[in-house]
């Protein structure tokens, strides 16, 4: 059997796995030869495992067998000078920890003497100190506390550099098991050459305990939008990948199932499950059938199949595929590596929206076009202002071509109030039945030097009874759009430095003795 050397090449990722594809090149002889690729990582996909031969001569390959084995305790020795490193690195972490307490010591005493007046101007009083000799005190004082402080920070500095060399160390241990050897897949190939010749062989395999999952800066300076879109990537396969060709799919790899077969699509009238009690169960007699679990378990496997449909049209609608131009090497650790897509300027437009039932603010919000080739993931994004941070929102699944909002924070320039104005009891009784009369005041003041474009939204009651009625009387100016949940929508221009004012009354009737909940109080 032949050994075969090989290095990984090219990665793709999925959200959820990767494809790896190794390769190598090896002179072989005339005829049969078995090609043994030993060291890779265990429990690689075998439904997955692809081998290809390439050579200047006719070539077959006559089988393929895959098979784990366990590495011999060949390695014991390093696996000693390892323990010794981590024993000395644990000793060194115990120093470092004393000599910290103890400058941390002198630093205090030292602030302490700093502090001390009282016996300075006794000192200064019965003339055993001059107040030349008094600040040349305090000046050696002060710098035996700053020579103590640089050398904490070194400290510091020594202290963490030995906790990470710890954790390495620990990791590199573990990966040994007790008796020093670690498993491992080993694939063997058998193939045939009319001739004999070099070839290059590669193997296609793919790894479960790979993903990336999507991230993003967005930063608006200027009238500039700018979208840094990068990934944090899981790479825990037991392989490193040193300088391959790294390329991201935003699909996962074989979205395979069977197709899809239509079933009757029933409705029936609701059959409600009769409360179950044991005098009922045991006085039922033979002759009363109960309810057929079926019916019941019918209703909730047409809401099921349902859901699962669509999920499924959802992760194959769309798929981009990002290539890394750049080699790129990452450890197999558990630890996840950023790596940098793109950086691409989004088209925006810009407003405030303002919802005085719930924040007296004015929010600036950007309205952005996904005008990019590249489909955004669902991920996390921090916001940033002028290079100043924001915050972090999380955007949705976002098509090239589609449209979202992004709160960019409250801009303070623009004064909001909202008042309850009027609230009347009307002292008619119309059939038994109660009138109140409701207003309110909002009260937008722009104290910048430009016009503001403002959207404000609020709402009147949304009765979920009958016999509750619920009018809206009177609005000033009067709302751009009101919708069927009784929402009011008002498109503001905001002159320079000037003051808006929007009223609006409703009224709520209702049965005279019933009481009701969710009615404006003072």
């Not at 060949?74 to 323990?83: G, I, P, T, V």
């Not at 100043?388 to 409250?410: A, M, R, V």
Request: hydrophobic share 35%.
């Amino acid at each position: 059997m032949i050994a075969f050397p090989s290095r990984v090449k090219e990665v793709t990722v999925f959200p959820s796995k990767a494809k790896v594809t190794r390769t190598g090149r090896l002179d072989l002889p005339k005829g049969v030869s078995e090609i043994s690729l030993s060291g890779l990582p265990p429990f690689i996909d075998i439904a997955s495992l692809q081998v290809s031969a390439r050579s200047e001569v006719p070539t077959t390959i006559l089988g393929i067998q895959e098979s784990r084995v366990f590495l011999s305790n060949a390695n014991q020795e390093e696996l000693e000078r390892l323990k010794q490193a981590l024993q000395e690195n644990n000793s060194n972490l115990e120093q470092i920890k004393a000599l910290l307490e103890g400058n941390q010591a002198l630093i205090t005493h030292c602030e302490n003497l700093l502090a001390e007046t009282r016996s300075v101007m006794f000192g200064l009083t019965n003339q055993k100190l001059s107040l030349e000799q008094h600040f040349e005190q305090v000046s050696t004082i002060s710098q035996h506390r700053e020579n103590y402080v640089a050398e904490r920070k070194e400290q510091l500095l020594r202290y963490e550099q030995l906790v990470k060399e710890g954790e390495i160390l620990k990791k590199q241990i573990k990966e040994y098991n007790a008796t020093g050897s670690t498993e491992a897949s080993q694939v063997v190939v058998s193939i045939n050459l009319e001739e004999a010749s070099p070839i290059e062989l590669t193997m296609i395999y793919e790894r479960e305990d790979c993903g990336w999952n999507p991230i993003y800066r967005l930063n608006l300076a200027g009238a500039k939008l700018s979208l840094d879109y990068a990934a944090e990537v899981r790479q825990m396969s037991g392989e490193d990948w040193q300088d391959v060709k790294l390329k991201l799919s935003t699909t996962e790899s074989r979205a395979y199932g069977p197709l899809p077969e239509l079933e009757p699509w029933f409705i029936q009238k609701y059959i409600p499950r009769p409360p179950v009690q044991p005098r009922m169960l045991k006085t039922m007699s033979s002759d009363m059938a109960p309810v057929p679990e079926a019916a019941y378990a019918t209703q909730a496997m047409m809401s099921m199949q349902v859901e699962e449909m669509e999920a499924v049209l959802e992760s194959k609608e769309y798929a981009v595929n990002f290539q890394v131009p750049y080699p790129v090497s990452m450890p197999s650790k558990d630890e996840p590596t950023r790596v940098n897509i793109t950086s691409v300027e989004l088209a925006y437009e810009q407003d405030l929206l303002v919802v005085p039932r719930l924040s007296q603010n004015a929010f600036r919000r950007l309205k952005i076009h996904n005008n990019t080739p590249f489909t955004l993931l669902p991920g996390q994004a921090t916001v940033f202002l002028d290079g100043d941070y924001l915050g972090e929102t999380q955007l949705k699944f976002q098509p090239e071509g589609s449209h979202f909002d992004i709160n960019y924070g409250i801009d303070g320039r623009i004064k909001v109030k909202r008042e309850l104005a009027r609230q009347e009891v009307s002292k008619k009784i119309l059939q038994e039945r109660t009138l109140n009369e409701y207003g309110y005041t909002i009260t937008l003041v722009n104290d910048t030097n430009s016009v503001q474009e403002c959207q404000v939204m609020d709402e009147i009651p949304l009765s979920r009874n009958d016999d509750i009625k619920v009018h809206l009387l009177e609005a000033s100016p009067k709302p751009d759009h009101a919708d069927d949940l009784n929402r009011l929508t008002w498109n503001v221009s905001l002159q320079p430095n000037a003051e808006v004012t929007l009223r609006y009354r409703f009224s709520v009737e209702y049965p005279r003795d019933a009481q009701l909940s969710g009615l404006p109080v003072d």
